[in-house]
């Protein structure tokens, strides 16, 4: 990128921080004082209590960052001057798509250190683990961490959450790009999101198979499919037969739903965009 | 494209939009240096063929020409060369005057800070009062600011005084002029409000329905396109007058507005009008776009 180049991302980066840097610091309460309370109380164990918090909590506010930046520009009438400056779209959406991840990766870190924090606070009892965790965790990814410091089962958690809600975050920033309002993108980030619930569940137990127990072609490929779901690794974690491939989904989910996604953008800033965007 | 010298060139320019022609075959020239008047209702289509001249949008056919430059394939360079203000131009509330100044300037290795300075000095604007605090005329004013600091060739304003009340428009058109006059910038300028088009512009064009329906000098549309009264007992065959684009009765009269009004005469023969009425702007823009083209009917 020439100098000229880099002064012009560093000023959208600065606007995009002024402007969305209250969604980080709400977001990031939110998030911390959910997991460092219920971490601190220890009524379930850790890894169930990153799940919980990073799950629903974590895409809620994964939609929260993807919907805001270009719909809010959009309802309050400021895009229409952005996008005359002579800056390319591309440039523009690659900024606002950075800061939002830029955000959601921050997010996610102090909330995780508010919880070793937390967990630091209770002298790292080990956890009263229930009887049938040793069952559930024996064979998969997971249960490497049955026996780890809490620190570390968190991190490992914290690490597949950022990677997995990233992977959720770009395809759903470029597609809520197209919303005039933020009530528009954020019913539509939800929709999204429960059609990507829904597909992730055809991974779980039972999937490949119908209700009569034999496994169809369908059902096979359904199940199949749901290796491409950004949210997959959380399920595959849990699964004897993909638990050891995990870091390799891991790998090819953010080739697949952010290093692809960026690159058609980067490649393509004229037509594609404003074609879809239409403005 | 005939014109060497112009900064603006439109050739067979067409955009719909879900079915509906938006622009139907624009063909356009404002040659260097000119104050270029661009005229049409609401929903004309104005917005949208600036839109596409900034590089915006994409027509479905047809190419122009910015200073030289393509903006559909050069976007990011035809509007670093273009001074472009919008209408009803929303900027961030959040930022200081001088924060905005610093930050659009970034975008245009061209800019002249002195020549920022010296306008927002002449604009009366405070460089740390809050955008968002500024009156509407202030808005504008800053917003013309920033479309003449990088020291444009070619300055496209898109009804600029739009919503302004009068004593602000006077005050902002007054700055516009005072700064263009004498500089040889190119300035496109788009409005619904005639009154303030027609004593600066050299040359118009309007729009209607996504058609040019004329393009041409103001002193030549001023020339021959006149209204001509006769008196309702004088059989005129109005079907015969060449460029006719009005007609009205009333009071026992006959009023009819011509495009051309050597060639009317000459079709007239020996019918004389009652008399020959010059027309402005405002009046001779209603006729192309409202004008009856038809006789009415007795009665």
Excluded at chain 2, 46 to 71: E, F, S, V, Y
Excluded at chain 2, 157 to 185: C, E, K, N, V, Y
């Amino acid at each position: 990128m020439p100098a000229n180049g880099q002064k012009i991302f560093r000023a959208l980066l600065r606007k995009e921080w002024q402007e969305q840097r209250w969604r980080f610091f709400l977001g990031a309460t939110v998030l911390s004082g959910l997991l460092a309370g219920l971490l601190r109380a220890q009524i379930i164990p850790n890894g169930e209590a990153a799940l919980l918090i990073y799950g629903p909590v974590g895409l809620v506010m994964t939609i929260f960052l993807a919907m805001g930046s270009v719909a809010s520009e959009r309802a309050d009438h400021t895009w229409e001057f952005l996008t005359v400056q002579p800056v390319s779209r591309a440039r523009l959406l690659g900024t606002k798509w950075a800061m939002g991840l830029a955000l959601l990766a921050g997010i996610i870190a102090i909330a995780t250190t508010a919880g070793m924090v937390a967990m630091a606070s209770r002298g790292f009892r080990r956890l009263p683990e229930f009887e049938y965790e040793e069952i559930r965790y024996r064979s998969n990814f997971f249960h490497l961490l049955t026996g780890a410091h809490p620190i570390q089962t968190i991190g490992v958690f914290a690490l597949v959450a950022t990677i997995s809600l990233a992977c959720w975050y770009t395809p759903l920033f470029f597609l809520l790009t197209r919303a005039k309002h933020e009530f528009t993108a954020a019913l539509g980030g939800i929709f999204l999101t429960i059609a990507l619930l829904v597909w992730l569940i055809q991974l779980s137990a039972g999937a490949s198979t119908d209700f009569a127990g034999t496994v169809s072609f369908y059902h096979a490929a359904l199940s199949c499919s749901g290796l491409l779901n950004p949210l997959s690794p959380a399920v595959l974690g849990f699964s004897e037969n993909f638990a050891p491939f995990l870091p390799v989904l891991l790998l090819a989910q953010v080739g697949l739903w952010i290093v692809l996604p960026v690159w058609l953008v980067g490649r393509n800033s004229g037509r594609l965009i404003q074609k879809w965007m239409q403005t | 494209m005939s014109n060497s010298n112009a900064d603006i060139r439109i050739e067979g320019l067409r955009k719909s939009f879900g079915g509906r022609d938006v622009l139907r075959d624009v063909n356009l020239e404002v040659p260097a240096g000119s104050i270029f008047g661009f005229l049409g209702l609401n929903g004309a289509g104005k917005t949208t063929l600036i839109r596409i001249l900034l590089g915006l949008l994409q027509p479905d056919a047809g190419r122009c020409l910015m200073a030289g430059i393509d903006p559909l394939t050069q976007p990011i360079e035809a509007r670093r060369r273009i001074g472009y203000m919008a209408e009803n131009q929303v900027m961030y509330g959040w930022m200081r005057v001088n924060e905005l100044i610093e930050w659009v300037a970034l975008f245009y290795p061209a800019w002249d800070a002195t020549l920022a300075e010296d306008l927002l000095q002449r604009m009366r604007l405070d460089p740390s009062q809050k955008v968002g605090a500024l009156s509407k005329g202030q808005t504008s004013r800053l917003a013309l600011l920033l479309a003449l600091s990088h020291r444009p060739k070619l300055v496209i304003l898109d009804d600029p005084t739009l919503g302004l009340d009068p004593i602000a428009r006077r005050d902002l058109l007054r700055d516009m002029i005072g700064h263009l006059q004498d500089q040889g910038i190119t300035v496109f300028f788009s409005s619904h409000l005639l009154y303030e088009i027609e004593p600066i512009c050299d040359r118009v064009a309007i729009l209607h329905e996504g058609r040019i329906l004329r393009c041409a000098p103001v002193d030549e549309l001023r020339e021959n396109i006149k209204r001509l009264v006769f008196q309702s007992s004088q059989y005129i065959d109005t079907s015969k007058l060449p460029g006719l684009l009005d007609i009205q009765s009333y009071d026992g009269q006959l009023a009819v507005t011509v495009e051309d009004v050597d060639a009317t005469r000459r079709a007239l023969g020996p019918i004389h009008p009652l008399r020959e009425v010059d027309l402005n702007l405002d009046e001779i823009f209603e006729a192309y776009v409202t004008g009856r083209r038809e006789a009415p009917h007795a009665g």
